[in-house]
């Protein structure tokens, strides 16, 4: 399973980066916003942080914009995964930038007929929100199932999975259980999957004893 960071925040990005964490980078314009950034900067930044997809996401709505802007965005570097939202007009702009080779992630998905279309249109990604789900009271992990399962039915379908609005480590768990191939993750989420009370616990045991012996390594 490939880990995406979901953030603006190039320094959360590193530092993940240096533990081998970041398999790519995701960003929307509410993270960019955080981050009170220039979105191109930004990008650039990030982009050479990690040589792994990183989405940038339009925020024009009509198609011809949706391009423009694609068009733009990509030439930041190579590694520009444009993101453009589930709609009529994202989508016939998914399908332009994909087949001029350009990545291509489809955000704001929420029901597996939206992920089907998002496929057919030839994204690179998809992107079902299941905290948001939840949050109106609706299993987004049973979307991921349905998605995983729909995608696996029809193996010309390249689009890849990529859980997203995920809020805690039973949502990558449950992701990874049932085959999606990415999880876009927050800095905190990922640091919430690192710390296991036994853990530290052990640790500290060990070191007890070791300071005993009175030896050192080195
Ligand atoms: O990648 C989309 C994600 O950032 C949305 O997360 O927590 O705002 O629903 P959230």
Same mark, same amino acid.
């Given at each position: 399973?490939?880990?995406?960071?979901?953030?603006?925040?190039v320094?959360?990005?590193?530092?993940?980066?240096? =533990?081998?964490?970041?398999?790519?980078? +995701?960003?929307?314009p509410? $993270? @960019?916003?955080?981050s009170?950034? /220039?979105?191109?900067?930004v !990008?650039?930044?990030?982009?050479? %942080?990690?040589?792994?997809? @990183?989405?940038?996401?339009?925020t024009?709505?009509?198609?011809?914009?949706?391009?423009?802007?694609? /068009?733009?965005?990509?030439?930041i =570097?190579?590694?520009?995964?444009?993101?453009?939202? $589930?709609?009529?007009a994202?989508?016939?702009?998914?399908?332009a930038?994909?087949? *001029?080779?350009?990545?291509?992630?489809?955000?704001?998905?929420f029901?597996? =007929?939206?992920?089907? #279309?998002a496929?057919?249109?030839?994204?690179?990604?998809?992107?079902?929100?299941?905290?948001? $789900?939840? *949050? @109106?009271?609706?299993?987004?992990?049973?979307? !991921?199932?349905?998605?995983?399962?729909?995608?696996?039915?029809?193996?010309? #379908?390249?689009?890849?999975?990529?859980?997203?609005?995920?809020?805690? &480590?039973?949502?990558?768990?449950?992701? =990874?259980?049932?085959?999606?191939?990415?999880? +876009?993750? &927050? &800095?905190? @989420?990922?640091?919430?999957?690192?710390?296991?009370p036994?853990?530290?616990?052990?640790?500290?045991?060990?070191?007890?004893?070791?300071?005993? +012996?009175?030896?050192? %390594?080195?």
């Open positions: 399973m490939k880990f995406f960071v979901d953030t603006a925040d320094s959360e990005i590193r530092a993940l980066a240096e =533990a081998g964490l970041v398999d790519g980078v +995701t960003t929307n509410s $993270l @960019v916003a955080k009170g950034r /220039r979105m191109a900067d !990008i650039a930044e990030i982009c050479s %942080i990690t040589p792994g997809p @990183v989405s940038a996401e339009v024009a709505t009509g198609h011809e914009g949706m391009l423009a802007e694609g /068009r733009h965005l990509r030439e =570097a190579p590694n520009v995964c444009v993101k453009v939202p $589930l709609t009529e994202g989508l016939r702009a998914c399908r930038l994909s087949a *001029d080779g350009t990545m291509v992630n489809v955000t704001l998905c029901s597996p =007929a939206q992920a089907l #279309l496929a057919k249109a030839g994204a690179t990604f998809v992107s079902p929100f299941v905290g948001r $789900l939840d *949050d @109106v009271g609706t299993d987004g992990m049973g979307l !991921i199932a349905d998605i995983v399962q729909i995608y696996r039915n029809y193996s010309h #379908l390249k689009t890849e999975v990529l859980v997203a609005s995920i809020r805690h &480590p039973m949502h990558l768990v449950d992701a =990874a259980k049932l085959g999606a191939g990415v999880a +876009t993750l &927050p &800095p905190a @989420v990922i640091r919430q999957l690192l710390h296991h036994l853990t530290d616990r052990g640790l500290e045991a060990f070191l007890a004893d070791w300071r005993k +012996t009175g030896q050192t %390594i080195l």
